[in-house]
């Protein structure tokens, strides 16, 4: 099992930035792949971007592609979510997860540890 432990949400507005991050530590980071989920109000949560451990291959929504930017610190056991043009569609709760393998999908099942989440509020 691996325990997350997410930060670096806050309120911001329209067209800014916001790094998350996310803490692992249990299992050893530098045997799975990390995902970014988030959940509207009055959603479903849903997929946002992973990346594998061992290529850095990463992959994207079609919602966030060429806005946000996934990466992993192997040395530090952390991930970050850059989140750059941000909309008012963006707000919502933000979660980090850790994948069951080395490998990664969109799918929740695939993901076996998840953070208490962290707000993200754009304000138009």
């Known amino acids: 099992q691996v325990q997350l432990i997410e930060s670096g949400g806050r309120l911001v507005q329209a067209g800014g930035s916001l790094r998350l991050s996310c803490a692992a530590s249990g299992r050893p980071f530098n045997s799975y792949a990390m995902g970014w989920f988030r959940q509207a109000p009055g959603k479903e949560r849903e997929f946002v971007a992973y990346i594998t451990w061992r290529y850095g291959i990463t992959y994207y929504a079609d919602s966030v592609k060429g806005r946000f930017t996934i990466s992993r610190d192997n040395a530090k056991n952390t991930a970050y979510l850059q989140m750059n043009s941000l909309k008012p569609e963006d707000t919502a709760v933000y979660y980090c997860?850790?994948?069951?393998?080395?490998?990664?999908?969109?799918?929740?099942?695939?993901?076996?540890?998840w953070g208490q989440g962290t707000q993200v509020t754009v304000d138009s």
């Open positions: 997860a850790a994948a069951k393998y080395e490998r990664a999908t969109i799918q929740e099942s695939d993901y076996d540890s």
